[in-house]
């Protein structure tokens, strides 16, 4: 029968276990001296050898001759632990066994001294799924277990084991294992297994086992099932990784800000059925690289299109980008099924970065300019003011009071208001001429139409903070009045009433009441405006 790699290649001894020397120099000692604890507890992330460690514990405390506290592996204990057949080493999955007639069990069974070994070992695995009577009932066993009786618990979520647990529990916390390690152990089992794999495909395995040596092995032993060489591209192909070559592109698009570039690279990934979710942990992983890189000024060693990709960021934008990266991931977890979305609306935001309006994204923009702006000193030119350059009427700032004289006729907005509500020109935006010195005549109230407060409008204003935030900043708070069909919106200053009027503007406005309320207005009949303090009692007069 067909043994798993990881199965097959699983360390026998403790000089076999790579990655966690900090832990197996301690054991190793404790078996030599004869000083076993009678609990121990190890935790750390899946595939590092917890399991492994607690079956070397099993033979070592029971050989009849070790080896420098290392199990021989040829007595009749070591062999009969090593196939499954001494009775007294006790193996238990807490995930299909946490109910507490299960502790009992082994609470009973520690009463019984061992049948044929020395000690008698309960090895209990994912330890943390037991239920709290369950622990209850373990916790007078495990405090004082009798003296042939080794309880080895392990658990990859140590925080949900009770404090009561662990203070009864020598602690071993084993750690993620490094690429370097992997990719060397791989390179061993190739050997022994007659694989032929190049370094690329090895290092790339050890990179996506993320420290874990079981799926490393695992995933080797799928990318041999072709019986071919195991190259550095079939091996991306077979396990949906991408290349570095394909992340420092999509790093290069987002500093060139290329939406749909970013967007066809998703939709060229989503279509080869790869997992977004695989793909979005490799482009973190790369622009984690990039930060290192560039904060530390190219001292950390990395690759060359980590090196490349860069160039084209600064510290602030890499931290940024990587802030609504981590927000994406954790939305993929929470909603596998919308990974697609999450990604591209993340792209979609880090490629415009007027959508993103934290510290972060503002930092990010600050560090540009002044980039540019020491880029420019240190070529000797000197910074100064554009010349001035013909600008549209609808972007120049209105002025203050008496500083330009009257143009000839008053934009359509404020005419209309004039002839309507009025009975002058807004002062702060339309100064008088000084050689007008006849009054303005105020048409009579009876001639203008009713004022009906448009109902609703705060919804208007909530929708477009949500899809233009830098319109609907200039609209919060603001009123809306409809007079003989049109719309007059009520704003707090000069500069707001003249920000929204701009025509693209007042499009979006448009379709957003014809959305949440229904109603058309065209762009031309709407009117932005900010009256004064007499013109809004006026308006709230008339509209009682």
């Known amino acids: 029968m067909h043994q798993a790699l990881y199965r097959k290649w699983r360390p026998k001894t403790f000089a076999d276990v790579m990655g966690q020397d900090h832990i197996t120099s301690v054991l190793k000692s404790e078996v030599s001296s004869g000083k076993i604890t009678h609990a121990y507890i190890f935790c750390g992330p899946r595939g590092t050898g917890k399991t492994t460690c607690a079956k070397i514990i099993s033979r070592a405390v029971n050989c009849e001759s070790p080896v420098g506290g290392n199990p021989c592996g040829k007595c009749a204990a070591c062999r009969a632990i090593e196939e499954g057949r001494a009775t007294d080493v006790i193996e238990m999955d807490a995930a299909s066994n946490n109910g507490v007639d299960n502790v009992r069990d082994i609470r009973d069974g520690v009463a019984y001294s061992p049948a044929e070994l020395k000690y008698k070992v309960y090895i209990i695995d994912e330890v943390h799924m037991l239920s709290t009577a369950a622990f209850n009932a373990l916790l007078k066993t495990l405090e004082e277990p009798p003296e042939y009786v080794i309880f080895i618990l392990a658990t990859t979520e140590i925080n949900k084991i009770p404090a009561t647990v662990l203070s009864r529990c020598q602690r071993f916390d084993f750690h993620r294992v490094s690429e370097e390690v992997i990719a060397k152990r791989l390179r061993t089992v190739c050997e022994g297994e007659g694989i032929d794999a190049d370094d690329g495909a090895l290092s790339l395995i050890a990179d996506l086992a993320g420290g874990a040596f079981r799926d490393a092995l695992n995933m080797l032993e799928y990318c041999s099932g072709t ?161 001035a350059e013909p600008v549209p009427a609808e972007e120049i700032p209105l002025p203050d009071e008496g500083e330009i004289p009257v143009p000839d006729e008053a934009p359509p907005v404020f005419e209309e208001m004039t002839a309507q509500v009025v009975p002058a020109a807004p002062k702060a935006v339309v100064p008088k001429p000084k050689t007008v010195t006849a009054p303005v005549p105020v048409p009579e109230k009876k001639k203008a139409g009713r004022a009906i407060g448009l109902r609703g409008f705060a919804d208007v204003v909530k929708k477009l903070e949500a899809s233009e935030p830098s319109l609907a900043s200039f609209m919060i708070g603001s009123t809306a009045v409809d007079r003989d069909g049109k719309l007059y919106i009520n704003l707090d200053n000069d500069f707001a009433a003249h920000f929204v009027a701009d025509e693209g503007r007042k499009a979006v406005v448009s379709q957003t009441i014809a959305e949440v309320l229904g109603k058309n207005y065209a762009p031309n009949m709407i009117f932005p405006v900010c009256p004064d303090e007499e013109e809004e009692h006026d308006a709230v007069d008339e509209l009682m």
């Open 227 to 387: 019986g071919e060489k195991i190259t550095e591209k079939s091996a991306s192909d077979l396990l949906g990784a991408s290349s570095a070559e394909l992340l420092c592109r999509v790093a290069t698009q987002i500093a060139a800000r290329d939406v749909s570039a970013v967007l066809s690279t998703v939709a060229d990934i989503s279509a080869s059925s790869r997992d977004i979710a695989v793909f979005w942990r490799e482009l973190v992983g790369f622009f984690r690289n990039m930060l290192v890189y560039s904060s530390t000024r190219g001292a950390m060693k990395n690759d060359k299109f980590t090196a490349y990709a860069s160039k084209n960021f600064t510290v602030p934008r890499i931290m940024q980008v990587l802030g609504i990266f981590c927000s994406a991931e954790e939305n993929m977890l929470r909603t596998p099924a919308s990974a697609r979305l999450f990604a591209e609306m993340a792209l979609v935001r880090v490629c415009d970065e007027t959508l993103d309006t934290d510290v972060d994204a503002l930092l990010a923009r600050m560090a540009a300019l002044e980039e540019k702006v020491s880029s420019l000193a240190a070529g000797g030119v000197t910074v100064r003011p554009a010349p």
